[in-house]
């Protein structure tokens, strides 16, 4: 046990060699997090409309006001213009011809994603104006939350994050100081010790785990606090975050051990990091995208880890918790098999 | 000689990247509390000789026992009994002296107890102990170096293996360094030093085995291999220059004359102490003498006389 506590505790100290990889594996995520959640995901728009001369006019800027988001913030934000303003982001005119009015979005961009925004907001103030006319062929939008309880979608941006950077970290210092090794010619005091291959191993691990739990706990936080919302159990994260910190620290560890060079080993890092988080229900939850990407989202460990976690946000059980514990144990065996390979080949046997 | 009485043999070694053979039938071996020299030129095999012995290469043919071990089928036995100082200075240069100290500790020392004291010892013994805190990397080189070796000492070895010991090491810190080198030999260790420096071999080594292109050409103690050549060096600074030194100096055990530069004239002879009179009497018969220096041969004379070539080229 001495020799353990030694190897971690000088594993820890091995922060100070490369202080700027801690600092973006740990600190990244949550800062990302800030930017995305704070000004990116937010569901208010401003929807430039040209200065109304009518009645109807004036009742379509009304009728945008009452427009609401289910976080309770303003949907659109009507900013009136001159009419010989530029379109810009694209603007809504009031028009009037043969005493028939009309709402008409000019828009001249190339972002089909926010032509999208802009129509909907559009069509929803125009219901909300309209829809009494209707008659029967009116639409009316009811909510039926099938969750107990409704947060904002910041929250599950920021919960589906908790795997990538638990994974970010993992893989981003362990490849990083792995392949370091090999460049400062340290990893020869490895390769020439007489102790158990495994105690190294599981020293290494263990810091990684721990580097990984501290970047998913800054993040936990920012959400948190963004959020106002927290899990049910902070352990039950931590658990299951355990097997993202072991994958993250098997891909980091083999990519420094086969390739040797650092930068390289922080590209495949972040790479896989990034790759299994957009891949992995990054943005919803599989079954609301396209059939193939819920089936690219099944081979990544990101997909399981959130749909273990989604209860201790959401308290609403979404997949068979068994297989997602399944799977998760599956990709960290794995994972660390792979590291295992790796560590043989290229420390433990001679060189041919 | 039985193999168990010897802390180092190598046997025949060879070793080879593709097409090129670094190592080519090395042979020799360590007594145990033995000062070891390998002397050759930079790529004659020193560094992969070193590898070899420490199991990190796989050899091609031969055999290595290392106090009775092989490093290649009895890796672990052999890497307790071992202690590496490589040739790049490889530590962790981040970390203060402590904490390198304590990472090798945990990698190589059966016994962690007292571990602190062990390493406080080795550090003030290495004069290192009033900059622990600070990070190695604001050690001098030759600090470095004293680190490194203190680290490959920490966990009581009997063979260390120092690849170039005082490469990028000032003249003050080599001096120190050989000093740790020899009180550590007085207490029964072994080592195996690779080393281009004549002057480093000449001081340390008992014995040296002389390597180039991955082949042994001399082996013995500095002395023997000197004495071997069975000749001094003359050189004399004539006014005027001498014209045919073979003929004046005749009768006198002349082996060689040449002129390495104009105005300087070396001679090589058998035993320069019984000649002197003579040759200093013919010379001022017919020139005025300027100067004249007796040396004795040095190592690079031995590697000249073996290969052709100088040591240091």
Same mark, same amino acid.
């Given at each position: 046990?001495?020799?353990?506590?030694?190897?971690?505790?000088?594993?820890?100290?091995?922060?100070?060699?490369?202080?700027?990889?801690?600092? #973006?594996?740990?600190?990244?995520?949550?800062?990302?997090?800030?930017?995305?959640?704070?000004?990116?995901?937010?569901?208010?728009?401003?929807?430039?409309?040209?200065?109304?001369?009518?009645?109807?006019?004036?009742?379509?800027?009304?009728?945008?006001?009452?427009?609401?988001?289910?976080?309770?913030?303003?949907? #659109?934000?009507?900013?009136?213009?001159?009419?010989?303003?530029?379109?810009?982001?694209?603007?809504?005119?009031?028009?009037?011809?043969?005493?028939?009015?009309?709402?008409?979005?000019?828009?001249?961009?190339?972002?089909?994603?926010?032509?999208?925004?802009?129509?909907?907001?559009?069509?929803?103030?125009?219901?909300?104006?309209?829809?009494?006319?209707?008659?029967?062929?009116? &639409?009316? *939008?009811?909510?039926?939350?099938?969750?107990?309880?409704?947060?904002?979608?910041?929250?599950?941006?920021?919960?589906?994050?908790?795997?990538?950077?638990?994974?970010?970290?993992?893989?981003?210092?362990? !490849?990083?100081?792995?392949?370091?090794?090999?460049?400062?010619?340290?990893?020869?005091?490895?390769?020439?010790?007489?102790?158990?291959?495994?105690?190294?191993?599981?020293?290494?691990?263990?810091?990684? &785990?721990?580097?990984?739990?501290?970047?998913?706990?800054?993040?936990? *936080?920012? &959400?948190?606090?963004?959020?106002?919302?927290?899990?049910?159990?902070?352990?039950?994260?931590?658990?299951?975050?355990?097997?993202?910190?072991?994958?993250?620290?098997?891909?980091?560890?083999?990519? !420094?051990?086969?390739?040797?060079?650092?930068?390289?080993?922080?590209?495949?890092?972040? !790479?896989?990091?990034? !790759?299994?988080? *957009?891949?992995?229900?990054?943005?919803?939850?599989?079954?609301?995208?396209?059939?193939?990407? /819920?089936?690219?989202?099944?081979?990544?460990?990101?997909?399981?880890?959130?749909?273990?976690?989604?209860?201790?946000?959401?308290?609403?059980? #979404?997949?068979?918790?068994?297989?997602?514990?399944?799977?998760?144990? *599956?990709?960290?065996?794995?994972?660390?098999?792979?590291?295992?390979?790796?560590?043989?080949?290229?420390?433990?046997?001679?060189? /041919? | 000689?039985?193999?168990?009485?010897?802390?180092?043999?190598?046997?025949?070694?060879?070793?080879?990247?593709?097409?090129?053979?670094?190592?080519?039938?090395?042979?020799?071996?360590?007594?145990?509390?033995?000062?070891? +020299?390998?002397?050759?030129?930079?790529?004659?095999?020193?560094?992969?000789?070193?590898?070899?012995?420490?199991?990190?290469?796989?050899?091609?043919?031969?055999?290595?026992?290392?106090?009775?071990?092989?490093?290649?089928?009895?890796?672990?036995?052999?890497?307790?009994?071992?202690?590496?100082? =490589?040739?790049?200075?490889?530590?962790?240069?981040?970390?203060?002296?402590?904490?390198?100290?304590?990472?090798?500790?945990?990698?190589?020392? $059966?016994?962690?107890?007292?571990?602190?004291?062990?390493?406080? +010892?080795?550090?003030?013994?290495?004069?290192?102990?009033?900059?622990?805190?600070?990070? @190695?990397?604001?050690?001098? +080189?030759?600090?470095?170096?004293?680190?490194?070796?203190?680290?490959?000492?920490?966990?009581?070895? %009997?063979?260390?293996?120092?690849?170039?010991?005082?490469?990028?090491?000032?003249?003050?810190?080599?001096?120190?360094?050989?000093?740790?080198?020899?009180?550590? %030999?007085?207490?029964?260790?072994?080592?195996?030093?690779?080393?281009?420096?004549?002057?480093?071999?000449?001081?340390?080594?008992?014995?040296?085995?002389?390597? $180039?292109?991955?082949?042994?050409?001399?082996?013995?103690?500095?002395?023997?291999?000197?004495?071997?050549?069975?000749?001094? @060096?003359?050189?004399?600074?004539?006014? =005027?220059?001498?014209?045919?030194?073979?003929?004046?100096?005749?009768?006198?055990?002349?082996?060689?004359?040449?002129?390495? %530069?104009?105005?300087?004239?070396?001679?090589? @002879?058998?035993?320069?102490?019984?000649?002197? +009179?003579?040759?200093?009497?013919?010379?001022?018969?017919?020139?005025?003498?300027?100067?004249?220096?007796?040396?004795?041969?040095?190592?690079?004379?031995?590697?000249?006389?073996?290969?052709?070539?100088?040591?240091?080229?």
């Amino acid at each position: 046990m001495r020799r353990l506590r030694l190897l971690i505790r000088n594993e820890l100290k091995m922060v100070r060699t490369a202080l700027p990889i801690h600092l #973006i594996a740990i600190l990244q995520p949550a800062l990302m997090y800030s930017i995305m959640a704070g000004v990116l995901v937010h569901p208010t728009f401003d929807v430039n409309v040209t200065r109304p001369t009518n009645e109807v006019g004036q009742q379509l800027i009304e009728a945008m006001h009452e427009v609401g988001s289910p976080d309770g913030v303003p949907y #659109i934000n009507p900013v009136l213009r001159g009419e010989d303003d530029p379109i810009g982001a694209g603007v809504v005119t009031i028009e009037e011809t043969d005493h028939q009015v009309r709402a008409v979005y000019h828009y001249g961009l190339i972002d089909s994603n926010i032509v999208k925004n802009l129509r909907n907001r559009l069509t929803a103030a125009a219901l909300r104006l309209w829809n009494d006319s209707l008659d029967g062929r009116a &639409v009316t *939008i009811v909510e039926h939350p099938w969750l107990p309880q409704d947060p904002p979608y910041n929250l599950y941006f920021g919960m589906a994050m908790l795997p990538m950077t638990t994974f970010l970290a993992a893989a981003l210092i362990g !490849g990083f100081l792995t392949a370091q090794e090999f460049e400062f010619d340290t990893i020869i005091e490895y390769r020439l010790s007489p102790i158990s291959p495994t105690l190294v191993f599981f020293a290494r691990l263990i810091r990684l &785990v721990l580097m990984s739990w501290l970047s998913a706990s800054v993040l936990l *936080i920012v &959400v948190g606090l963004f959020n106002r919302v927290w899990p049910a159990s902070i352990p039950a994260v931590a658990l299951i975050l355990l097997p993202i910190a072991l994958i993250g620290g098997g891909i980091g560890l083999s990519a !420094g051990l086969m390739l040797r060079s650092s930068l390289p080993a922080f590209v495949i890092g972040l !790479g896989s990091a990034f !790759g299994c988080w *957009i891949l992995g229900a990054a943005f919803g939850l599989p079954t609301g995208f396209s059939s193939a990407y /819920e089936f690219v989202s099944r081979l990544v460990p990101n997909s399981y880890a959130v749909e273990l976690l989604f209860p201790l946000y959401y308290d609403t059980t #979404i997949a068979d918790s068994l297989r997602s514990i399944l799977a998760l144990t *599956i990709f960290s065996l794995a994972a660390l098999g792979l590291a295992a390979l790796a560590y043989r080949r290229r420390v433990l046997i001679q060189q /041919e | 000689m039985e193999s168990t009485q010897l802390a180092v043999r190598v046997d025949s070694v060879t070793r080879r990247f593709g097409e090129l053979t670094a190592v080519n039938e090395l042979s020799f071996a360590a007594h145990p509390g033995e000062i070891f +020299g390998l002397l050759g030129p930079n790529g004659a095999g020193k560094t992969t000789a070193i590898n070899l012995i420490t199991g990190l290469l796989k050899r091609h043919g031969g055999a290595i026992q290392i106090l009775g071990f092989d490093p290649q089928t009895q890796a672990r036995e052999v890497r307790r009994r071992i202690g590496l100082v =490589p040739q790049d200075t490889n530590v962790y240069a981040d970390l203060n002296g402590v904490d390198n100290l304590l990472h090798h500790a945990a990698l190589y020392c $059966d016994d962690l107890a007292d571990i602190e004291k062990r390493i406080e +010892g080795m550090l003030r013994w290495m004069n290192l102990w009033e900059r622990r805190a600070d990070p @190695v990397r604001t050690y001098s +080189g030759g600090m470095k170096r004293r680190l490194a070796l203190a680290r490959a000492l920490l966990h009581d070895p %009997q063979v260390i293996l120092f690849d170039e010991p005082t490469l990028g090491v000032d003249v003050q810190g080599k001096h120190v360094l050989w000093e740790h080198i020899k009180a550590q %030999q007085a207490q029964g260790k072994t080592f195996i030093v690779s080393t281009n420096n004549m002057e480093e071999a000449d001081t340390l080594c008992d014995r040296l085995v002389i390597i $180039d292109h991955g082949k042994a050409i001399a082996m013995d103690s500095p002395e023997r291999l000197k004495a071997a050549l069975a000749r001094d @060096v003359v050189t004399l600074r004539t006014t =005027p220059n001498i014209e045919n030194p073979t003929s004046l100096f005749s009768g006198l055990g002349l082996q060689a004359a040449t002129f390495p %530069q104009p105005d300087q004239l070396r001679l090589e @002879v058998t035993n320069a102490e019984s000649i002197v +009179g003579e040759l200093v009497a013919r010379t001022t018969a017919g020139h005025r003498l300027d100067a004249v220096r007796i040396t004795r041969p040095t190592l690079d004379d031995v590697f000249l006389h073996h290969t052709g070539r100088a040591l240091r080229e």
